[in-house]
């Protein structure tokens, strides 16, 4: 019988997540039964939302259980079937967690269709990432041509899909991120017409000078202080695509709205939350224009890549810093 090695959950954080929430552990693999399959993780995707799945408190997604195994995004290889859908060698992708093999129902598992580049697009260009940028400003967004869009979080896997997909679009974009580096990769490498540092600029005087016509769309992914900054810039009829929030996501208690709410009234303003989950129905047509985009050499994307399961837990903190390069993936196992 095959071992597995998984991460769980051993504590729920107070604030930041720390190595010790999560526990290290061997289990053996159980038999598989009728509807069952056996797939061995190859990439793991680290998400901000990965912490507030580890808090008491249901979300989008019932909240994890103390002792479960630690839920992420994956793609494997299936080793083993007893599902009449999947058969040994497909590729799926599904929440197999984060551990070495999921053994289980074939139920959620999604067979991915091969593609003309590596396995890895399905996070960096395609999938959960791509899909949140594509119909976050072409459906929330409403996105047109002529107009001013702001992206938060622009250096990062989905900020820096949404702000090309803007530009692509004939929008001006301006992005905000942390740091001159990532600044200088939207600017020069990505062709935003601007972009904000956050950490060291004051970014109403910043949006002032890079938004002279005003903003008319908000990709919104940090929330606090610069929501508020972009919210007292809003053109009458802005919309504000609320994407996340990751300034809060460490907030041990709930966190006031924004002081700038008042201006969605005077602007005409609408604010529309929406999860990547509502629009998987029509990934096939995202996918599409999002391959189309790359291979005509429009659209880029990055990985940051970590080697091995175990530096999971650690490496899921740079998405808090900021020390992320690009789509987070961990390496699980050889393809
Ligand atoms: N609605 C959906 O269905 C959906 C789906 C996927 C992702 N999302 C959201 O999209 C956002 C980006 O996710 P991602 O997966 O693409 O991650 P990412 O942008 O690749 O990485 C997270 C980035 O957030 C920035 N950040 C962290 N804490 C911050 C803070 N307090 N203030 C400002 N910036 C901060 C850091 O960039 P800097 O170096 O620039 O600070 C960091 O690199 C998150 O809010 C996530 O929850 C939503």
Known sequence: MKSNMAWTLASRPLGQA??????WIETALPELSDGDVLVRTLWLSLDPTNRAWMNDVDGYLPSLKLGEVMRGIA?????????????????VQGMLG???YYAGSAKGLTKLPP???????????LGHIGLTAYFGVVEVGQAKAGETMVVTTAAGAVGSL??????????????????????RWLTEDLGLDAAIDYKNEDVGAALD????????????????????????????GARIALCGLISQYNASRPVPGPYQFANLLVRRGRVQ?????????????AARQ???????????????????LEQAPAALLKLFDGRNTGKLLVRVGEE
């Not at 720390?18 to 526990?23: A, D, G």
């Not at 090309?164 to 942390?178: E, F, H, S, T």
């Not at 939350?273 to 047509?285: K, Q």
Request: net charge negative.
């Open 18 to 23: 720390e190595e010790s929430n999560f526990r």
């Open 75 to 91: 793609i494997g290889r299936v080793e083993e079937s007893r599902s009449p859908a999947f058969a040994a060698g497909d590729i």
């Open 98 to 100: 984060w551990q070495k």
């Open 115 to 125: 593609i003309p580049l590596p396995l890895t697009a399905h996070f960096g260009l």
């Open 162 to 183: 949404a702000a090309q997909i803007g530009k692509i679009l004939g929008l001006r974009v301006v992005g905000i991120a942390g740091g001159a580096e990532k600044c």
């Open 209 to 236: 000078r890079e938004c002279p016509a005003g903003i008319d769309v908000d990709f919104e992914n940090v929330g606090g202080a610069m929501l508020d900054a972009i919210l007292a810039r809003i053109n009458i």
């Open 273 to 285: 939350g929406f999860i990547v989950l509502d629009y998987l129905h029509r990934a096939g047509e």
């Open 290 to 308: 999002l391959i189309a985009w790359h291979l005509e050499g429009k659209l880029k994307y990055r990985l940051d890549i970590v080697e091995g």
